[in-house]
């Protein structure tokens, strides 16, 4: 039986009462509070991940990722602005997040989302979300989830740009 899609004012219900969603589209993300480390545990548990996974932080604004991320370059600022499609941005360092986020060397991958479905919901819920692109699953059952419908959203996931305290940033390549 296929899980029930799941409209946009349900979504926060979903979030709060089930603890992951899944954003359906070009792209499908499964995503959780990134601020709580017993959700993301059970959900990883569950769909035994790849071990070359690399979970995202999405957010809705600056301001949200300003909580989150202790020292973002101007230069981060910019080049966010100026994208016209969400693009993957890392941190050197964070806080207030569960470490499930973090990569071993405790790094962030984010990505700010200014318009769509995934801004309106992370809006409304007011929280950060743990996010994974669910071509890094070895198994993934579409049909025990809530889905959303979240339409052509396709993050380039093969290069980002590395952001470090000093201000000094690279182009990554996966």
């Known amino acids: ?18 603890g992951s969603l899944l954003f359906v589209g070009t792209e499908s993300y499964l995503c ?3 601020r709580q480390s017993e959700t993301i545990a059970i959900q990883m548990k569950e769909l035994e ?10 957010v809705s604004s600056f301001t949200m990722l300003e909580g989150y991320i202790p020292q973002i370059p101007e230069a981060a600022y910019q080049l966010i602005e100026v994208s016209e499609n969400p693009i993957i941005v890392e941190f ?3 806080r207030n997040l569960a470490s499930e986020v973090m990569s071993p060397e405790g790094s962030v991958l984010a990505v700010v989302f200014s318009d769509g479905i995934i801004h309106s919901v992370v809006n409304r819920f007011r929280k950060p979300l743990f996010a994974i692109n669910t071509k890094q699953l070895v ?9 959303i419908e979240s339409g052509h959203l396709q993050i380039n996931d093969s290069s980002w740009m ?5 201000q000094s940033f690279k182009i990554v390549r996966a």
Not at 162 to 166: G, P, S, T
Request: proline share 4%; charged share 30%; hydrophobic share 35%.
């Open 49 to 58: 991940p790849n071990k070359e996974i690399r979970p995202m932080l999405f």
């Open 139 to 147: 198994e993934f059952d579409v049909n025990s989830i809530q889905t």
């Open 1 to 18: 039986m296929r899980a029930e899609q799941t409209s946009k004012t349900d979504a926060i219900s979903v979030l709060r009462e089930a």
């Open 32 to 34: 959780c509070d990134a």
């Open 162 to 166: 590395k952001f470090h305290a000093d």
């Open 92 to 94: 050197s360092e964070s």
